[in-house]
């Protein structure tokens, strides 16, 4: 918004003095994560309040657990306060005209929103096994993903057309594939449903999600913010493409949000993210990896990611046929609490493992 007025009154030949620091892209990433920050730590404690006046409480319960329903009672769907930080934030110092933030914008609200009635159904029912069926989800989620697939090869997508359908490969700076159409499409369907779950499956201990995928979205926006600047993306062999910095706008707001809502959310919490801050987290890390043509970057910088949700899947898929578990309890970091490891402990050794692998993810900049 302020984007748009500041060019109004250049275009009228105007004055405008220092607001002309709005035109430059750091300035913004700086002043976008500064407000989306501050709006959560301002609102952050009424809005708990209100969720848990609301009775948007937290109704999990597992039967294998030491302490099967410590957590309890908590409010729930804290993941509506990063959506309206973000949201804000967006609005006030995001390029609107941008065709990445729209994009950004509306995938990151609507993926929130198929969240946000997943948890409502639990609260309802208080149950966690009465949210939306995996059917209903997945037909949600796929609502938006068929959508997004097709706009990356349209040409609504501002990525030159030669590269749309490209794949790239950390540390090599040329293309290794260019896949057909449909076979593009899939790709992208398969990977963006599995970024998304394999987010929404980590957010599992307080603040696990939260500082981790601060980590992974601060790493996708250092890469849109030197592929969105011509002298950066020449230099380090990077494909120029126009606009691309609004793309570390939107990350920067929803590292602050994030950080924000850590400020609540760390041990002991005092509110959930819920699968409406999940799924639009996730959301929101898979279309800025494809977005920026950096979607094998993910197994990298989201390396914790994968591997929670392949913990999950070996006892479900494979432990399930075999007819015992392979873990004591899935995803890997309920493996980690169930052998005695206390949970903030728990959470801080993986977001060291989750700065390691965005190092290395970042070593993929000079490294080509």
Do not use: C
Not at 45 to 65: E, H, P
Not at 294 to 302: A, D, K, R, S, Y
């Amino acid at each position: 918004m302020i984007k748009l007025l500041v060019d109004a009154l250049m275009g009228n030949g105007m004055d405008i003095g220092v607001l002309r620091l709005v035109n430059y892209l750091s300035f913004r990433v700086i002043m976008g994560m500064v407000t989306s920050l501050l709006f959560a730590l301002a609102f952050g404690f009424r809005f708990i309040v209100f969720l848990y006046r609301k009775k948007l409480r937290d109704v999990s319960g597992d039967i294998s657990a030491i302490n099967a329903f410590g957590k309890r009672g908590i409010p729930t769907g804290g993941g509506l306060l990063v959506m309206l930080s973000v949201t804000f934030s967006t609005l006030l110092w995001g390029d609107l005209t941008n065709r990445f933030t729209i994009v950004l914008i509306v995938g990151f609200l609507y993926l929130g929103f198929v969240g946000f009635v997943d948890d409502f159904q639990k609260v309802r029912f208080k149950s966690s096994l009465s949210g939306l069926s995996q059917l209903g989800k997945t037909i949600l989620l796929l609502l938006f993903i068929l959508p997004f697939a097709v706009f990356l090869i349209s040409g609504l997508n501002p990525v030159p057309e030669p590269l749309r359908t490209a794949i790239f490969i950390p540390f090599l700076k040329n293309p290794v594939l260019n896949l057909s159409t449909g076979f593009y499409i899939a790709f992208v369907v398969f990977a963006v449903f599995s970024i998304v779950n394999a987010v929404n499956i980590t957010d599992g201990l307080d603040g696990l999600l939260g500082g981790t995928a601060i980590l992974t979205i601060g790493v996708y926006m250092i890469f849109a913010y030197i592929i969105g600047n011509a002298v950066y993306a020449n230099y380090l062999l990077f494909p120029f493409v126009a606009g691309t910095g609004e793309i570390a706008v939107f990350g920067a707001i929803l590292i602050g949000a994030l950080f924000g809502f850590l400020w609540f959310n760390t041990y002991p919490a005092e509110v959930f993210l819920g699968d409406t801050g999940s799924l639009a987290v996730g959301g929101a890390i898979a279309m800025m990896a494809f977005l920026t043509k950096q979607e094998l970057l993910f197994p990298i910088v989201g390396g914790l990611f994968v591997f929670e949700i392949f913990t999950s899947l070996l006892q479900q898929k494979i432990g399930g046929r075999l007819g015992r578990r392979i873990l004591h309890r899935a995803p890997f970091h309920h493996e980690m609490t169930h052998r005695g490891i206390a949970e903030p402990k728990v959470v801080v050794r993986l977001i060291i493992v989750s700065i390691l692998l965005a190092l290395i993810a970042l070593l993929s900049l000079k490294v080509r």
